[in-house]
């Protein structure tokens, strides 16, 4: 049983390109979270997503940021004109339904490195 | 909003000693729940151990345990025997009960276990 798979594993991109980032939750896990981590900080809250449905986005900055869990396929974590401070590592957790509370699974992150 | 505080960025201890990692939050709810997470430098984010807020009983994993003090608001992290492969970044986290709730992080403290 594959646990929650991210890809890339690293991931450079120029200022003013695109970042997408993918999250496969683990199998028969239909929820989704994305968490960011600045150098030397502890992770931050940014979205949650059940199948098709934003359930909350409190953490996302309001510009540039997006966010999709489609009926069929990954998670992505969408960020549009990149720039340096967007770098960092990004985590996707899933768990399934009502299991928040037992400490969901996280993937190995992506770490993004805005140049 | 809940808040995470771990005053301890970075914690020294020798191989087969007990080290312990203090963490205090501070939340206005009466149901929660508290977790330790480590990361080492895969960056991989593990769960070490999980306390529900009603539950006086400290949790224990093995050579992990915890002290909860709900009244103090305190939730400090036990190693016994510690061993290298402890190693790594330690973060305490809180989540509301319910089904919807995300997790707010510490900034971390860094445990190296030496010879």
């Known amino acids: 049983n594959a646990g929650v798979m991210q890809n890339p594993r690293h991931l450079v991109r120029r200022r003013g390109q695109e970042a997408r980032l993918r999250c496969s939750p683990m199998?028969?896990?239909?929820?989704v979270y994305w968490y960011r981590q600045l150098p030397e900080e502890g992770l931050k809250f940014m979205v949650y997503?059940?199948?098709?449905?934003?359930?909350?986005e409190s953490g996302m900055p309001k510009e540039r940021f997006s966010a999709e869990f489609p009926k069929e396929g990954p998670s992505i974590l969408r960020i549009q004109q990149v720039v340096r401070g967007d770098s960092a590592a990004y985590f996707c957790?899933?768990?399934?339904?009502?299991?928040?509370?037992?400490?969901?699974?996280f993937g190995s992150g992506t770490r993004l490195t805005v140049v | 909003a809940q808040t995470v505080t771990q005053s301890q960025p970075e914690m020294s201890v020798q191989e087969a000693e007990t080290v312990t990692l203090s963490c205090t939050y501070d939340?206005?709810?009466?149901?929660?729940?508290l977790f330790w997470y480590k990361q080492p430098p895969s960056r991989q984010m593990i769960l070490v151990i999980r306390?529900?807020?009603?539950?006086?009983q400290n949790a224990t994993e093995n050579r992990f345990s915890v002290n909860f003090q709900k009244a103090a608001k305190s939730f400090s992290l036990k190693i016994s025997d510690s061993q290298l492969g402890d190693t790594a970044m330690y973060f305490c986290a809180h989540s509301n009960g319910g089904t919807a709730s995300k997790l707010t992080f510490g900034t971390g403290t860094r445990l190296q276990v030496t010879l």
């Open positions: 306390q529900e807020a009603y539950k006086q």
């Open positions: 997503l059940q199948k098709e449905n934003i359930i909350d």
């Open positions: 199998k028969g896990h239909s929820h």
């Open positions: 939340t206005s709810e009466n149901n929660y729940y």
């Open positions: 957790a899933s768990s399934p339904e009502g299991a928040i509370n037992y400490g969901y699974t």
